[in-house]
């Protein structure tokens, strides 16, 4: 059974900067595309990044792109989401996934696993 495991979740001031985390037990997920997603209170869940399981392809939301960059480690089973320049706007729970062969990664219907969320809180 694959569990994803999400962490550096918090709180910072506008502006500021965050690094996020998820690995991976179970299972190797080096063939796996993985993807972060984020769900704020009264809102669907929102597609943020993506990166294939090479790492060689990278995706962004426009709302994302330019602020955060998406990387992962497949020796450790684990992907990253470094966040910079954070606004309130960004405040959400964010979830690691993966899927194998995706056709559509923006799409949170498509992923197989997912972890538990770590909260993100921007002030303003």
């Known amino acids: 059974q694959v569990q994803l495991v999400e962490s550096g979740g918090g709180l910072v001031q506008a502006g500021g900067s965050l690094r996020l985390s998820c690995v991976a037990s179970?299972?190797?997920?080096?063939?796996?595309?993985m993807a972060w997603f984020r769900q704020a209170p009264g809102k669907e869940r929102e597609f943020v990044a993506v990166?294939?399981?090479?790492?060689?392809?990278?995706e962004y939301s426009d709302s994302v792109k330019g602020r955060f960059s998406i990387s992962r480690d497949n020796v450790k089973n684990a992907e990253y989401l470094q966040m910079n320049s954070l606004k309130p706007e960004d405040t959400a729970v964010y979830y690691c996934?993966?899927?194998?062969?995706?056709?559509?990664?923006?799409?949170?219907?498509?992923?197989?696993?997912w972890g538990q969320g770590t909260q993100v809180t921007v002030s303003s």
């Open positions: 996934a993966a899927v194998f062969r995706p056709n559509n990664w923006s799409h949170s219907g498509e992923y197989e696993y």
């Open positions: 179970g299972h190797s997920l080096s063939k796996y595309a």
């Open positions: 990166i294939s399981w090479n790492g060689g392809v990278t």
